[in-house]
């Protein structure tokens, strides 16, 4: 079973970027389908973007695309979330999750524990 834990979260200003990292343990990390996900103060957890096993296959919520960047590492078991030209309302806990191919997030995932990015304005 994939174990997952992010990183790099923090407090950066309206236009700064950061990027976020996913470590997993598991021997079948590459196997797994990868997807970051968020949720606002107040609001109910959202999809961002996802990356299937080989990379070969991104897609991204429109709050992301332009922006954001997703992209991942098998040989170092390692999702990345390059977010640029963030804004305020990008500020939220960053959670990212795993499943094996042909499952969903919400039936099969696994997920981290999430990390806070807050951006101010």
């Known amino acids: 079973q994939v174990q997952l834990a992010e990183s790099g979260g923090g407090l950066v200003q309206t236009g700064g970027s950061l990027r976020l990292s996913c470590a997993a343990s598991g021997r079948t990390f590459s196997r797994h389908i990868m997807g970051w996900f968020r949720q606002a103060p107040g609001k109910e957890r959202e999809f961002v973007a996802q990356i299937s096993w080989d990379s070969g296959t991104t897609s991204y919520a429109g709050s992301a695309t332009g922006r954001f960047t997703i992209s991942r590492d098998n040989a170092k078991n390692t999702m990345y979330l390059q977010m640029n030209s963030l804004k305020p309302e990008d500020t939220a806990v960053y959670y990212c999750?795993?499943?094996?191919?042909?499952?969903?997030?919400?039936?099969?995932?696994?997920w981290g524990k999430g990390t806070l990015v807050t951006v101010s304005s």
């Open positions: 999750a795993a499943t094996p191919a042909g499952s969903s997030f919400t039936g099969s995932g696994t």
